[in-house]
């Protein structure tokens, strides 16, 4: 991080030192903008899980209608991801995230006035899925390629966890308001933390290094801003057509689909409704997901720091392996209160909650090099999809069956299936990185203990 070096007068005849200034990377001060926007943005993620009982119980719909409703936020915010990386190199990050936040206020704002059901599938599902598709892990993953050389795999780790902090905040308060003023409340403390987030991101966010007149961190000099790609839907629609006819992408896809189903699709949204059905109470429930939060911000950023070191292919199939296996447990551990062997599931998912996005976007990104982010953005669409999928098929069995056992073991036996996509991927031989002279350490130069 250290960045500068000044050089000092040395006594006659001895050559000059070389002295190290305390001055931070600019694109250090970038990340910790995109982090706390992603953590201010993260309200909308916390409360689809909340809402199935009260929902259910004050309009008598079904939790598959519920559940449909979610799944069509799920799948928009996965498919809407590449457009927005696309949308992110014609007009900017900080427009394209200013936008998003105001279109997920405006959607959570008007679900407390809704009435029937195909109005929390607009308000919430449309409205609030486009928003938070455009702010989804693509635009981490822009902001990392683009302000970052070296240090990835760690700042990727970190921008993701962001997610995970957020939830760690919100989901606490926003149960509370759920179970003692009703849904609407935390309805509205989602649209105004989206709200209060773009000031933030219009006055603090930079689009590129080169509008600060500096190089990207570690990066071996200065490069101009690119100009603006025209036809961002149909380059969006080009880099999917290229990255399909090639393996690693289906496999990456897959193995994201399945991990979409196992966390987003299924616990996050159905945990609290299925402890709840086995006399927990709601902000028991809801607190143990913000534990998960709390886990899941280290076991991701710890992730990011193993991805610059270890082999991505056989972290994604240890991190699948293991998931799989806690949730073959999950249905033997729910109970009115928490126990031990709760709490243990708990911090072991957490650790494993997103630890597989930082390997994820360090397989698009070896593989597809310029093109890295907005082919993340399609894997994410898989994600989300599977997501918005096992979302659905959750509460319909919730319906059918009386409980969600027979969703806990599919997933499971889906994760171990992503265990053995992950490990047919092919590996790519990198470049190895040149070496750095003893004098490099300038703003922007490559790190030499990164």
């Known amino acids: 991080m250290l960045s500068d070096v000044n050089e000092t007068t040395a006594p006659?005849?001895?050559?000059?030192?070389?002295?190290?200034?305390?001055?931070?990377?600019?694109?250090?001060?970038?990340?910790?903008?995109?982090?706390?926007?992603?953590?201010?943005?993260?309200?909308?993620?916390?409360?689809?899980?909340?809402?199935?009982?009260?929902?259910?119980?004050?309009?008598?719909?079904?939790?598959?209608?519920?559940?449909?409703?979610?799944?069509?936020?799920?799948?928009?915010y996965g498919l809407t991801a590449p457009f927005a990386a696309a949308l992110m190199d014609r007009f900017g990050i900080r427009r394209v995230v200013a936008v998003a936040l105001s279109v997920i206020a405006l959607g959570s704002g008007l679900t407390v006035f809704m009435t029937t059901s195909w109005q929390l599938v607009l308000y919430w599902g449309i409205l609030v899925g486009l928003g938070s598709g455009s702010m989804a892990l693509a635009f981490a993953a822009t902001v990392t390629n683009r302000w970052f050389v070296r240090r990835r795999g760690l700042v990727t780790g970190i921008l993701t966890a962001a997610g995970a902090s957020g939830q760690l905040v919100f989901l606490p308060v926003l149960s509370w308001l759920v179970e003692h003023h009703g849904w609407r409340p935390a309805a509205i403390t989602v649209a105004l933390s989206a709200l209060a987030v773009v000031p933030f991101v219009w006055l603090l966010l930079r689009d590129h290094p080169a509008d600060v007149g500096i190089a990207a961190y570690g990066a071996e000099g200065f490069t101009p801003k690119p100009d603006p790609v025209p036809g961002a839907a149909r380059r969006a629609l080009k880099v999917l057509f290229r990255a399909a006819r090639t393996g690693p992408f289906w496999l990456l896809a897959g193995t994201f689909a399945i991990c979409g189903a196992s966390t987003n699709g299924l616990v996050k949204t159905h945990f609290v409704p299925a402890a709840h059905d086995h006399g927990m109470p709601i902000t028991a429930a809801a607190s143990l997901l913000a534990v998960i939060g709390v886990f899941d911000v280290v076991g991701t950023i710890a992730s990011g720091w193993f991805t610059d070191r270890f082999d991505a292919r056989r972290l994604l199939a240890v991190y699948y392996a293991l998931r799989g296996i806690s949730l073959l447990f999950l249905p033997m551990l729910l109970a009115p209160s928490v126990h031990p062997p709760m709490l243990f599931f708990i911090v072991f998912y957490g650790l494993d909650w997103v630890a597989t996005v930082p390997p994820t976007i360090a397989l698009c990104r070896e593989h597809y090099g310029e093109d890295s982010a907005i082919v993340f953005g399609w894997v994410l669409a898989s994600h989300q999809v599977g997501a918005a999928a096992v979302a659905f098929a959750g509460g319909v069995a919730r319906d059918v069956f009386g409980s969600y056992d027979v969703v806990w073991y599919a997933s499971g036996a889906l994760c171990a299936a992503a265990a053995l996509m992950a490990l047919v991927i092919r590996r790519r031989p990198l470049a190895p990185l040149p070496a750095l002279p003893a004098d490099s350490l300038v703003k922007g130069a490559p790190d030499p203990v990164a």
């Open 12 to 76: 006659h005849g001895s050559p000059p030192t070389l002295r190290r200034t305390s001055r931070i990377h600019r694109a250090w001060f970038v990340a910790v903008v995109t982090f706390v926007t992603i953590i201010g943005a993260a309200a909308f993620a916390s409360l689809p899980g909340l809402l199935i009982e009260p929902l259910h119980e004050e309009f008598d719909w079904s939790r598959g209608t519920i559940g449909f409703a979610v799944s069509v936020n799920l799948a928009l």
